[in-house]
C-alpha cells in the first residue's frame, strides 16, 4: 500500500512537472524581452566562461550574476547546449531533485517509525508544491540544493 501511494505520488508528480514546464517553457522559449527567470542568469554565466569572459561582466543589466563563482562553474555543461535543450536538461534535473528530496523527506518524517500513514505522504507534498512550482516558474536553484543538503 505504501510503495503503491509513493509510486502515484511520483507519476502526480511527473505529471505536474511536465505540465508546469510545458506552460513556462513556452514562456521561456521566447527569451529576449518576454519574461526573466534565474535560469537565463545561471546558463549565461556558464556561457560567458566558456565565452573566456567574466560571468560578472554582463552586458545586460537584467541577467546580472551575483552569485558565488561555483554556479557559474556547475552551469558549463548546461552553457555548451543551446538555451532550450539546456532549459529542458534544467527541467529534468529539478523533477529528479524533488523526487529525492520528497523521498530523503519522508525518510526524515519516518523516523524510527516503521509505518506513517498516506496522509503524512499527502500533507508533504502539500507542503513542498507551491516552492516546487515557483523554482520551476522562476527557474531557480532552490529544489537542487535542498536535495543536496539533505542527501
Same mark, same amino acid.
Given at each position: %500500500?505504501?510503495?503503491?501511494?509513493?509510486?502515484?505520488?511520483?507519476?502526480?508528480?511527473?505529471?505536474? $512537472?511536465?505540465?508546469?514546464?510545458?506552460?513556462?517553457?513556452?514562456?521561456?522559449?521566447?527569451?529576449?524581452?518576454? $519574461?526573466?527567470?534565474?535560469?537565463?542568469?545561471?546558463?549565461?554565466?556558464?556561457?560567458?566562461?566558456?565565452?573566456?569572459?567574466? %560571468?560578472?561582466?554582463? $552586458?545586460?543589466?537584467?541577467?546580472?550574476?551575483?552569485?558565488?563563482?561555483?554556479?557559474?562553474?556547475? %552551469?558549463?555543461?548546461?552553457?555548451?547546449?543551446?538555451?532550450?535543450?539546456?532549459?529542458?536538461?534544467?527541467?529534468?534535473?529539478?523533477?529528479?531533485?524533488?523526487?529525492? %528530496?520528497?523521498?530523503?523527506?519522508?525518510?526524515?518524517?519516518?523516523?524510527?517509525?516503521?509505518?506513517?500513514?498516506?496522509?503524512?505522504?499527502?500533507?508533504?507534498?502539500?507542503?513542498?508544491?507551491?516552492?516546487?512550482?515557483?523554482?520551476?516558474?522562476?527557474?531557480?536553484?532552490?529544489?537542487?540544493?535542498?536535495?543536496?543538503?539533505?542527501?
Amino acid at each position: %500500500m505504501r510503495n503503491k501511494f509513493f509510486l502515484g505520488t511520483s507519476l502526480l508528480i511527473i505529471v505536474l $512537472t511536465f505540465i508546469v514546464c510545458w506552460h513556462y517553457y513556452h514562456r521561456i522559449e521566447r527569451f529576449w524581452g518576454i $519574461t526573466q527567470t534565474d535560469f537565463n542568469v545561471y546558463y549565461f554565466s556558464g556561457w560567458y566562461i566558456i565565452q573566456k569572459k567574466s %560571468m560578472y561582466t554582463f $552586458t545586460n543589466p537584467e541577467y546580472l550574476f551575483k552569485y558565488a563563482p561555483i554556479f557559474g562553474v556547475a %552551469m558549463i555543461p548546461l552553457a555548451g547546449l543551446p538555451i532550450q535543450i539546456a532549459l529542458r536538461w534544467w527541467y529534468g534535473l529539478t523533477c529528479a531533485s524533488f523526487l529525492g %528530496m520528497f523521498g530523503l523527506l519522508k525518510n526524515l518524517l519516518k523516523g524510527n517509525r516503521s509505518d506513517l500513514p498516506p496522509a503524512a505522504d499527502a500533507l508533504l507534498l502539500i507542503a513542498t508544491l507551491r516552492p516546487y512550482i515557483s523554482t520551476l516558474r522562476l527557474g531557480q536553484v532552490d529544489i537542487l540544493l535542498a536535495f543536496l543538503l539533505l542527501a
